[in-house]
Each structure stands twice: as structure tokens, then as C-alpha cells.
């Protein structure tokens, strides 16, 4: 995650994570991206049912029973390993999780542990009630998708009304004290509707939003024509930078990040240098303490089966599963070759990455793109949009 109003607008200092030493255990959730020792935090799609049909869905769900779930018994059994091996937070994902019988059993479970727990939802099954469960059983924090406003958001999703039932069950989780915020992944059909979100973060008082770059997974690789240029993506990030600040002039201190392209980070600062920014040098310390992408190290994925990730998305490579051992054995057993070489990406990329001089801030990128686009994983990701002379070469 790049974070635009922490690193550009300045709500967030060096100083701030330095204060917990760093530590994911004692960190605040705002400053975890710059915890040093990266114990994953943890996506577990709980199950890969859905009430809608999503065209960018990486993990490729439909209203329909799947069999080979983990029962509510190995759920508690990865959660406690989870807790013990120091994971701060463990987000409950789909399909949309919501549709499985014992979601509220689980996310107790994981606050009995002291674990945060955070929820990834489409939002349209949250009801009042269902709103007022999830607050009873403390939980963090709703992410809800939107991917547009109501006419691209109901396309995108597959089913009229979804914008109208998503904005409800965001209100019903406000409403009940609960933390919300957007989750919007950027491509070329809903490009132009991101100051119309700036907007709806203004009108519904929503605290937080993260603009994802299309990631080619899933029912994403179908859709990589739509994935922006490499102008257009630059050309949106200064869309967001001016949004954000905007925000802030007003006095509405939102959070607002980029999740799933690094590149961001380098490209933030250059343009702050190149604004005469005071804060550019801070800036870039915070760069370097998040690391750039940190899939297989500190973010990681069990799916539905039982089966670990190194991260959501790259789920055509599995390193055990949870039912066999735990996933604490399975995510620091370096005997794997993919598993070790994930743990420090930067000796291994290829091409651009190789080369370039913010290779520490960036971490190599996202190698699924890489694969998917290059057939070879530890080539450049076709993403980065930043330059021959801004990375050096």
C-alpha cells in the first residue's frame, strides 16, 4: 500500500512508526505497512461463494455451493496458530464472506486471540442487524468494493441495485460505530467516475479508501485490455494526489492509498522533489521502511481449501496446506524454492527491475503480473509506468 495522505498530504512522519520500534504487534493499524519485522498479515477467504458476479473477481466466484471449505474446527485451529505466530491482523474475505454460516463464530475466535479482524465485503448482505452483529462481535474494521458509481458499479457487479444495497450496508456499519471504507479497482471503465468517489467520501463521511491497480488474476487476466496506460495510470495518480489534498484543504483528513503497484511510491516522491516539497526526504524514509511489495512476506492468503498463497491473487501457486500443518510451518519453511526467494525479491528480478535504483523502496513490484504477462515471474511487472531516466538506467 502506498499511502497518498500519509506520505503526500503528511499525516503520517518518520517519526511516528519509529515511536513503536517498528514492531507489527504494537504498531496502530494506520502504521503497520511500516512494521519492520513483517509478520503477514493474513487474507483468508473464508469461502468462495458470491451473491454476484464481479468481472475483475480473482477468485472467480459464482452463487454455488464449493465443496472442501475448512470446517468451523480447522478454522479455529489456523486462527490459533495465526494468533500465536504474531499475524496483527487477520481480514476475512470471499467470495463474499458474509454468505458463510459461521463467520461470527470465527471473528470472535480470532478477538478472543487478540488478533485485529477485519472484513472484505461487496457490502449488499449487510443489514441492519447483520451491522449490528458484526459491531457486538468487535469487529475493526468494513472494507466494502465499490467500483464506480451506481451505473459502472451495478455493470461491474453483475446485478442492478448492487451500488444501492453496498451504500446501505456501509451506512448500516457507520451507523453502529463501525469503521468503513472503499475498496475501487482502477481500470479504463471507471476511471473517469474517481472524483464522483471523492465526492461520496464527502457526502457519506467515509474515513478511508484504497484505489487498487488491476491485478491479472482470476477473472482479471480477461480483462487486462482494460488495465490503464502507463500515462493514463500517471495521469491518475495526479488525479488522486489533487483529489486527496483538496480533502485536506477542507479539513476532511481522509485516508487515502494506492494498493497493488509500488511504482506509486517512487513516482509520489519524484513528484514532491519536483514540487520543491519539504517533506520529500521524509517521505522517501517512510518509502523505505514500507519496502515496497511484500507478497510472501508480509501479506499472505489461505483460501477456502485450506491451501496458502503468497498473496490473494496468485492462487495457480500453493506452498501446502493448513489442513496437512500449520501455516506457520508452511510460511517460514525456506526449503521451497519459490517460498525462500519470495522472502527477498530483489536478487531475482529481471529486466527494469534488475536495474533500477528504487528497487528498495518499490520491492520488484507484483510478480503475478509479471508471469502472466511475460510467462516468466521475476521479470519486470508490466505495470511500472515510470520511466527509463526516473529509475536511473
Known amino acids: 500500500m502506498v499511502g497518498i495522505s500519509k506520505l503526500y498530504c503528511g499525516s503520517v512522519e ?3 512508526p519509529l515511536r513503536y520500534g ?8 494506520h502504521l503497520l505497512q511500516f512494521s519492520k519485522d513483517k509478520k503477514p498479515v493474513v487474507v483468508w477467504n473464508v469461502g468462495r461463494r458470491c451473491n454476484l458476479r464481479c468481472i475483475h473477481c480473482y477468485s472467480q466466484s459464482n452463487d454455488q455451493d464449493y465443496s472442501g471449505e475448512l470446517t468451523t474446527e480447522e478454522g479455529f485451529a489456523l486462527i490459533d496458530d495465526l494468533a500465536q505466530f504474531g499475524s496483527p491482523v487477520l481480514l476475512f474475505s470471499g467470495g463474499e464472506p458474509l454468505m458463510r454460516p459461521d463467520l461470527f463464530e470465527l471473528i470472535a475466535h480470532a478477538r478472543s486471540k487478540g488478533m485485529r479482524a477485519v472484513l472484505s465485503t461487496n457490502g449488499t448482505l449487510i443489514t441492519k442487524e447483520i451491522a449490528q452483529k458484526l459491531k457486538d462481535f ?18 461491474f457487479r453483475g446485478k442492478k441495485g448492487a451500488f444501492k444495497d453496498a451504500i446501505n450496508g456501509l451506512r ?6 463501525i469503521k468503513v471504507g472503499l475498496r475501487f479497482t482502477i481500470n479504463k471503465k471507471n476511471v473517469e467516475d474517481i472524483p464522483g468517489i471523492f465526492q461520496l467520501l464527502r457526502d457519506e463521511n ?23 496506460s502507463h500515462d493514463d495510470t500517471r495521469a491518475t495518480v495526479d488525479l488522486l494526489m489533487r483529489e486527496t489534498k483538496q480533502l485536506f484543504s477542507e479539513g476532511i ?3 487515502v ?12 516522491y519524484l513528484k514532491m522533489k519536483e514540487e520543491g516539497h519539504e517533506r520529500a526526504d521524509d517521505v522517501l524514509e517512510l518509502l523505505k521502511m514500507n519496502g515496497g511489495n511484500s507478497t510472501g512476506n508480509g501479506i499472505g492468503c489461505v483460501s477456502w481449501d485450506g491451501a496458502v498463497h503468497a498473496d490473494q491473487f496468485w492462487r495457480h501457486e500453493t506452498f501446502g496446506n493448513v489442513k496437512d500443518r500449520p501455516f506457520s510451518e508452511i510460511w517460514t519453511d525456506l526449503s521451497n524454492p ?11 528480478v529481471k529486466g527494469r527491475c534488475a536495474k533500477c535504483k528504487y528497487l528498495d523502496i518499490c520491492g520488484g513490484n507484483f510478480r503475478v503480473r509479471a508471469e502472466a504477462v511475460h510467462n516468466d515471474l521475476w521479470m519486470e511487472d508490466p505495470a511500472c509506468y515510470l520511466t527509463d531516466e526516473e529509475i536511473g538506467l
Open 14 to 16: 518518520a517519526s511516528d
Open 22 to 29: 517498528r514492531h507489527s504487534g504494537k504498531l496502530p493499524s
Open 138 to 155: 468487535d469487529l475493526s474494521y468494513v472494507g466494502v468494493s465499490l467500483d464506480g458509481l451506481e451505473k459502472i458499479h451495478d455493470s
Open 172 to 177: 448500516n456499519c457507520q451507523e453502529v460505530g
Open 206 to 228: 467515509i474515513p478511508r479508501v484504497c484505489f487498487y491497480h488491476l491485478v491479472y488474476s482470476g477473472r482479471g487476466t480477461e480483462i487486462i485490455k482494460e488495465d490503464l
Open 253 to 255: 483528513e481522509t485516508e
Open 257 to 268: 492509498l494506492t494498493v497493488d503497484n509500488h511504482s506509486d511510491g517512487v513516482y509520489l
Open 338 to 348: 519459490l517460498m525462500a526467494k519470495l522472502k527477498d525479491k530483489k536478487p531475482h
